[in-house]
C-alpha cells in the first residue's frame, strides 16, 4: 500500500486514554494525521471528530476500517471488544497499534498476533512507556554495563481507582485483571525490555484489599528473569496518588540505577546512576562513607507523541517496530502466570 507523507489514523475506541493521551499524541505528531473516529455513542464520536479536526465520525468498527481514508488504526476500546475489533482491521489489510492487553486472555492475544503476522500487516502495542526519556536512558546504561550484570530490580506503580458502576477495568469479564493486568503489565513489560531477557519464573500474591469488585486492587509479583535475576513488582489500585511512590530501580553488581518517577503516561522524574570501576573486598562495618550518585540528563516530551511517530516510521519507512505486539503478549503471560501462582500459592513457570 502506498502512503501519504502521513499516515492517516482511524481511533476505535475514542474517549478515555484516547481522548485524554493519543489523539492529542496524533495532533503532535510528525508523521500522522487523524481522519475518522469511532466511539459505540455516535454523539461522542461527533464531538471528538470537532474537537480533534478528524474527517469523519462513526459508531461502527468496520466502518471506519473501511474507510479509504484511514491507513492505519488505534484501537483503545474496552478489552472484551479487542479481538473482534482487531480482526476486523485484519481483514481490512490496516495496520494496528492496540492497546494492551492485547485481548481479555493470551490465548486470544495470540490469534490477533497470528492474524496479522498472516497477512504480513505491521502489530503494535501501547507500550508508550518505552518512549520515555528516563527509560531509554537506564536501557542504554544497563547495555553499556555502567552498573555491572543485573541482578535485581524493583518497581511499584499503582493509582487510586475506588468503586466506580460500570468502569470495564474493575470487572474480569471486560478487563481481563486488575491493578496487574492495567498497569503492572508495562513494568514487566519495561523490565524484560531493558534486560533483554524474558521472565521465566513467578511467584504472587494478589488481593481485594480495599474496594468491592472482583479484580485485584493489590498485588505483589516476585520474577526471575532468563539471566537469573530477581526482580519484585509491588502494583496497586488502592494507594491514594498523593502517596504513590512510582519507581523503576535496577541493581548490578557494580552499581545501580535509581528511577523515582519515572513511570506513567507523563516523561518525567529523575534517574540516577552509581557506577563503580571496582567494588572491593567485604566491608564487615558497613559504615564507610558512600560515593554520590550521579543524576543523569533527560530530553523529556510527549511520549504518545513519540510512540505515534515511532509506528509511523516503522510503516512509511519500513522499520521494526519499536513495541511490537509480542511484547505486550509476553507481558500478559507473566501476569495470567502470577494470577496462576495466587490461586495454587507455587511458583510457576512462565
Known sequence: MKYSQKLRFGVIGAGGIADRRTMPGIINSRHAALSAVMNPKLGDARRLKDKYGALRAYDDAFALAQDKTVDAVYIASP?????AQALIVADCGKPLLIEKPLALTSGDGQKIVDAFAGKQLPLAAGLMMRFGAHTRRMKERLKAGDIGPLVSAYA?????????????????????????????????????????????????????QTF???????????????????????????????????????????????GPGILGQVDGGRLEMLSLKETGGYDS??????????????????????????????????????????????????????????????????
Not at 478489552?79 to 479481538?83: C, M
Not at 496487574?180 to 521472565?199: E, K, N, Q, R
Not at 537469573?228 to 488502592?238: E, T
Not at 509511523?312 to 511484547?327: D, H, R, T
Request: proline content about 5%; some cysteine; hydrophobic content about 40%.
Open 79 to 83: 478489552v472484551k471488544e479487542h479481538l
Open 285 to 350: 562495618r558497613q559504615d564507610g562513607e558512600r560515593q554520590a550518585f550521579t543524576q543523569l540528563p533527560a530530553d523529556f516530551g510527549d511520549l504518545y507523541a513519540r510512540e505515534i511517530d515511532s509506528f509511523c516510521k516503522s510503516i512509511l519507512k519500513g522499520l521494526s517496530l519499536e513495541a511490537p505486539a509480542q511484547a505486550a503478549l509476553d507481558a500478559q503471560r507473566v501476569v495470567e502466570a502470577a494470577y496462576q501462582s495466587q490461586n495454587s500459592g507455587v511458583f510457576v513457570a512462565v
Open 156 to 208: 511499584r506503580f499503582s493509582c487510586w481507582y475506588p468503586d466506580i458502576p460500570g468502569a470495564w477495568r474493575q470487572r474480569p469479564e471486560t478487563g481481563g485483571g486488575g491493578a496487574l493486568m492495567d498497569m503492572g503489565v508495562h513494568v514487566i513489560d519495561l523490565i524484560a525490555w531493558m534486560t533483554g531477557s524474558p521472565v521465566k519464573q513467578v511467584a504472587a500474591m494478589t488481593d481485594t
Open 212 to 258: 468491592s469488585y472482583p479484580v485485584e486492587d493489590a498485588a505483589c509479583v516476585l520474577m526471575r528473569l532468563e539471566n537469573g535475576a530477581l526482580c519484585a513488582l509491588q502494583s496497586h489500585f488502592n494507594i491514594p496518588d498523593e502517596g504513590a511512590d512510582w519507581r523503576l530501580d535496577l541493581f548490578g553488581t557494580r552499581g545501580s540505577l535509581l
